[in-house]
C-alpha cells in the first residue's frame, strides 16, 4: 500500500524536516521519500489545509478491560478507540480477570494485539492479584513483553513493598507507575473535599490523601536510585514536590488527565456519574494550577486515563457508580479546549509522544526517508462537537459528549496499517 501525506506540517525534533511543510510518501509501511512531490501517485492521499504530522503519539495508563471485563472494552474496541484518539501505541493496565501478574497473562496480551495498527504495551503487576501483599513476577513479565509495573487502579500501599519493588526494577532498568494516594484517608471518599462535596452531603477526598503518597514514594525512589512516575496528579503541592526531588537528581516524573484539565468539583452539582473519577476533579484553583504546570514544562505527559464502563456502571445513584470514563477519543480536543493557542504543537508532540518514549525506554520513531512509519496525522485548528459517534470504545461513559473540542485527529499510519477518522 502507498500513502501520500500532502503538505503536513511535520513536527518531529530528532527529524532533518522538523518544522517544515512536506509532502510524505509511505510505501509497504515505511517513509520512502520527503520533499516536493506533485507528480508523486499513491492509493491513497490526505490532504486537507492545516494538516500537521508527527511521530506516533503513547499512552502509559489505560484500560482495555481485557480479559476478564470484556463486556467494558476488548482489546479489540480499544485498539480502535486508541487509534481514533490518535495513539500508535498504549501502555495497558493489569487490572483485568486473571490480573496480568505473570508471563502467561503478559503473553496473551502481546499474541492478541501483535497484528493490530495500535501497538500494545502490557503492564505488569507490582504485586500479586494486585492486592499490595507480595510482589509479582516482575523479571518474567519484563522478559515476555511488560512495559512497566503498575498496580494501576489499586495503587501500592505499604512503603516496604514498593521500596522493595523499586529496588527490584532497578535490575532491568525498569519503571514503577502508581497513582498517588493513600487509601487510608478519605477511604469512602466520593468527589473531592471541600465547600461542593459538603452541599451535595458526599463523602470527600482531601488532596492531603495525594500529597502525602507523593512525598512518600519520591523519597522511597530516592533511596533506591530507582525511576517512578505518578499518574493522575491533581495537586499543585504535588507538583511542587515532584518539581523539587528532580531538581535534586530523583528519577521522578509525572502525568496529568485532559479531564483534571477541564473539569472542576463544581461540575459535579449535577450529579454526572461520568465525572465520578479516581482521582477526582478538584477546584478551580487547583485546575487551573495543573494548566500552568502543564504549559511551563513540570508535567511530563498526559495519559488519557481511558476507563471504560458498561451502561449499569454508571446510569445508578452517585455513590454506587464506577469511577472512570474513557478518554482516547476526546483526549487531544479536550487540551485544545482548555489551551486553545497557548499549547504549540511542539509541546504537545513532547507530552505525548517525546517524553513517554523517553521515560519507558520505548524506541522513538523519527519522520526521515527509509523509517518505518509510526506517525499521527492531526489538524490542531478544526472545531467540533465531540458526539457518541466519534466514541469507538465499547463503552460510550465520557462527560465530554455535547462539548465543543479544537483539535482534531485526522488519522494514524502505525505497523504498516492506516486508520483514518
Known amino acids: 500500500m502507498t500513502i501520500l501525506i500532502r503538505q503536513a506540517h511535520i513536527i ?5 524536516f522538523h518544522k517544515s511543510i512536506q509532502d510524505i510518501f509511505i510505501e509497504n ?7 516536493s512531490l506533485s507528480g508523486q501517485q499513491a492509493d491513497k492521499v490526505i490532504e486537507q489545509d492545516g494538516l500537521y504530522l508527527s511521530p506516533g503519539w503513547v499512552d502509559l495508563f489505560t484500560h482495555f478491560c481485557d480479559p476478564g471485563f470484556e463486556y467494558k472494552e476488548t482489546l479489540e474496541t480499544g485498539i480502535e478507540a486508541a487509534a481514533a484518539g490518535g495513539f500508535t501505541e ?8 486473571p490480573v496480568v501478574t505473570g508471563k502467561s497473562q503478559v503473553e496473551y496480551i502481546v499474541h492478541k494485539a501483535r497484528h493490530a495498527a495500535v501497538t500494545v504495551h502490557p503492564l505488569g503487576a507490582v504485586t500479586k492479584q494486585t492486592e499490595g501483599k507480595e510482589l509479582a513476577e516482575m523479571y518474567d513479565m519484563r522478559a515476555a513483553g511488560a512495559a512497566a509495573f503498575t498496580d494501576g487502579l489499586q495503587p501500592v500501599q505499604s512503603a516496604g513493598l514498593l521500596l522493595k519493588a523499586l529496588q527490584y526494577v532497578k535490575a532491568f532498568d525498569g519503571t514503577i507507575i502508581q497513582i498517588p494516594d493513600d487509601k487510608t484517608i478519605g477511604t ?38 530507582s525511576k517512578l512516575h505518578f499518574t493522575g496528579v491533581t495537586s499543585p503541592k504535588s507538583i511542587e514536590y515532584i518539581n523539587r526531588a528532580k531538581e535534586n537528581g530523583t528519577a521522578i516524573s509525572c502525568s496529568v488527565t485532559p479531564a483534571h484539565l477541564y473539569f472542576t468539583d463544581d461540575d459535579l452539582q449535577s450529579y454526572d456519574t461520568n465525572l465520578k473519577l479516581y482521582p477526582p476533579v478538584r477546584t478551580a484553583a487547583e485546575r487551573d494550577a495543573l494548566r500552568q504546570a502543564v504549559l511551563n514544562g513540570s508535567v511530563d505527559c ?33 487540551m485544545g479546549a482548555v489551551f486553545a493557542d497557548a499549547l504549540s504543537p511542539e509541546r504537545w508532540v513532547e507530552l505525548v509522544s517525546s ?7 520505548i524506541p522513538q520513531p523519527v519522520i526521515k526517508e527509509g523509517a518505518v512509519a509510526n506517525v499521527t496525522i492531526f489538524n490542531p485548528s478544526a472545531t467540533y462537537v465531540f458526539d457518541e459517534a466519534a466514541i469507538r470504545s465499547k463503552s460510550k461513559n465520557s462527560a465530554f459528549i455535547g462539548k465543543e473540542l479544537k483539535g482534531k485527529v485526522i488519522g494514524i499510519i502505525n505497523n504498516n496499517q492506516l486508520k483514518l477518522n
Request: some cysteine; aromatic content about 6%.
Open 302 to 334: 498526559i495519559t488519557a486515563h481511558h476507563e471504560p464502563h458498561e451502561y449499569d456502571s454508571k446510569i445508578c445513584e452517585f455513590e454506587y457508580a464506577k469511577p472512570g470514563m474513557t478518554g482516547l477519543e476526546s483526549c487531544y480536543g479536550v
Open 188 to 225: 469512602y471518599g466520593l468527589m473531592n473535599e471541600g465547600l461542593i462535596s459538603t452541599r451535595l452531603g458526599l463523602p470527600g477526598k482531601p488532596l492531603l490523601a495525594e500529597e502525602i503518597q507523593v512525598a512518600r514514594d519520591i523519597k522511597l525512589a530516592r533511596y533506591a536510585e
Open 355 to 361: 517524553n513517554p518514549r523517553r521515560l519507558m525506554n
Open 29 to 35: 509501511g515505511r517513509i520512502s521519500k520527503i520533499g
Open 12 to 16: 518531529d525534533p530528532l527529524s532533518p
Open 90 to 97: 498504549v501502555m495497558v493496565l493489569p487490572n483485568t480477570n
